[in-house]
Nanobody
Framework: QVQLMESGGGSVQAGGSLRLSCAAS????????MGWFRQAPGVEREGVAG????????AYADSVKGRFTISRDNAENMLYLQMDSLKPEDTAIYYC?????????????????????WGQGTQVTVSS
């Protein structure tokens, strides 16, 4: 099993930046893909950014492309999300997720039901 723990959330003004971290433990060698997802009240959970760990292939939601950057440190079993030029619409709980299953297209990196391990989430609040 894989355990995930997010950190780095907080409150920031529009235009500011935050860096989220996700620490993975357990069966980390089996992870194929990791991603960041977010959920706001009354809104379906959406994929923000995903990465195939083995080769670093990435996918981003159109709403964050050019503003967010996903990265990883395999040696430390860490996943990061650098969030720049934040907007109030980015306000949500952000979750880290992982799967050991092969995903045939980077499109699936952003699909929540493709993932099997989830963190508890970290709150990001962006004020205008």
């Amino acid at each position: 099993q894989v355990q995930l723990m997010e950190s780095g959330g907080g409150s920031v003004q529009a235009g500011g930046s935050l860096r989220l971290s996700c620490a993975a433990s357990g069966a980390t060698a089996s992870i194929y893909c990791m991603g960041w997802f977010r959920q706001a009240p009354g809104v379906e959970r959406e994929g923000v950014a995903g990465m195939a760990i083995i080769n670093g292939r990435t996918a981003y939601a159109d709403s964050v492309k050019g503003r967010f950057t996903i990265s990883r440190d395999n040696a430390e079993n860490m996943l990061y999300l650098q969030m720049d030029s934040l907007k109030p619409e980015d306000t949500a709980i952000y979750y880290c997720a992982a799967t050991k299953d092969f995903l045939s297209s980077s499109y699936y990196y952003l699909i929540p039901n493709r993932y099997t391990s989830w963190g508890q989430g970290t709150q990001v609040t962006v004020s205008s």
